[in-house]
């Protein structure tokens, strides 16, 4: 869990056997509702079920593509 105050944000990070647990996630839940009604933004972050690393620099590639793509067109 990370707070930051000045930001007031909450951020809440869950695992792969903290996702699937049912007591776990209400406790996570009840943790942001309770933030949120002090003002801060919360969120939850599951972890994902594909390989990390791969999901990254594909995403990283996709993004480079577009911003080449975008920069192209500008010098139309």
Do not use: P, W
Request: proline content about 0%; hydrophobic content about 35%.
């Amino acid at each position: 869990m990370l707070i930051k105050k000045t930001q007031k944000t909450i951020q809440i990070f869950l695992s792969s056997d903290e996702k699937n647990n049912d007591i776990v996630r209400r406790q996570a839940e009840a943790i942001c509702h309770e933030y949120s009604a002090q003002g801060y933004s919360a969120v939850i972050y599951f972890s994902g079920s594909q390989n990390l690393f791969s999901a990254t620099s594909q995403l990283l590639l996709y993004n480079r593509k577009k911003f080449a793509e975008k920069d192209h067109s500008h010098e139309r």
